[in-house]
Every structure is written in C-alpha cells, then in structure tokens.
C-alpha cells in the first residue's frame, strides 16, 4: 500500500495488461503487474486493488492454501562463486 497519487477508475481495469503503462515518456515497459497477475493467478492465487486518486493505491495478494513442505529457497537460487 501507498499513499502516492492513485490510479484513476479508468486507468484501474488495465493495470494488469501486457504493455499497459502510464509511464511510457519515462521508459515504462507494462510488464511488471502483468508478470505479478500471471504468477499469482498460476498458483490459483488472487490479487484485490483498491485504490483512490489522491488517496494512494493498496495491492492484496492472495494464495490457496497448501499442504506441501515449504521449498527451500537455495533450491531456487544459486550461490555466486567468487
């Protein structure tokens, strides 16, 4: 969540496209909410926006619940050599 300058009612439904930006004079691409959207939606998982212009803008992500033992994070990442 922030306080900053919202996302207007007309902006808010394609915040989670590909390539969509506000930001093109100042080299935004589009690809940072839609790659989050395709992640979280690919584990079944749900995002809630809520925002006012003026007012700031509040992301809450939302995953199933699962069973399974947490994985490791070394399995995902690999250690530099120096």
Same mark, same amino acid.
């Given at each position: ?49 809520? %925002?006012? *212009?003026?007012?700031? +803008? =509040?992301?809450?992500?939302?995953? #199933? /619940?699962? %069973?399974? *033992?947490?994985?490791? +994070? =070394?399995?995902?990442?690999?250690? #530099? /050599?120096?």
């Amino acid at each position: 969540a922030d306080n900053g300058s919202g996302i207007s009612p007309e902006t808010l439904p394609h915040i989670f496209e590909p390539f969509f930006t506000t930001k093109a004079a100042i080299g935004g691409t589009g690809l940072g909410l839609a790659a989050v959207h395709g992640l979280v939606t690919a584990m079944d998982g749900r995002i809630n926006v809520t %925002s006012s *212009p003026g007012m700031g +803008t =509040s992301f809450e992500v939302y995953f #199933p /619940h699962s %069973s399974l *033992p947490p994985t490791p +994070t =070394s399995q995902f990442l690999v250690a #530099p /050599h120096v």
